[in-house]
């Protein structure tokens, strides 16, 4: 038999002869019905809470779980963010040693030209040197030459002037200072 605080007010009793005080038993009635509606209406009220808690924590076990999905996917695009920046990277680190040999290589190309350029300037001075050198020298050979054939005719003649021993001075060339001239 299932209690209700109504049930419990309006519960009729046999009459005996000796039985119990009816008012007392009544109040006494009316007091357990009273507690009991309490009683009932606080379960009702903790069912109640009961329910929406159970709720409220599905809601909080699904936001938990949206944000654990969240929180692994996030480390994981990190993680491939990383992993991807790594590689990026690394291969601009070749790029740029590669960049730096050709660089470098072609320093070293540019430094040999160079280097052979001044090899054949220097061989040209050289040799334009000599030529001038050669040239000069055949020059004043003829020059001698010519002077000697001035010499020797005028000794054929038999006249000589004072002048001549001054011309002799000057008809004798220095090749080293016209060169150191011309240079």
Known sequence: MKFTPFGIKNQE??????????????NFLENLAEDFERLNQEN????????RLDEQMKEYKRIE???????????ESTSKAIDS????????????????VQIIEKAKESA??????????????????ARIKAMIESQADLLE????????????????SLDEPKKEEQADIDVNDILEKLL
């Open 85 to 100: 920046a790594k590689k990026q990277t690394a291969l601009m680190l070749k790029e740029a040693e590669l960049k730096a």
């Open 65 to 75: 779980k949206n944000l654990q999905t969240a929180m692994l996917s996030a480390t």
């Open 145 to 160: 030459f010519n002077i000697e054939n001035i010499d020797t005719r005028k000794q054929t003649r038999k006249t000589k």
């Open 44 to 51: 009702e009220k903790l069912k109640n809470d009961i329910e």
């Open 13 to 26: 009793f046999n009459k005996s002869v000796r039985g119990y005080d009816r008012e007392e038993v009544r």
């Open 112 to 129: 040999n030209a160079v280097r052979e350029s001044v090899l054949k300037l220097r061989e040209e001075r050289k040799l334009l040197i």
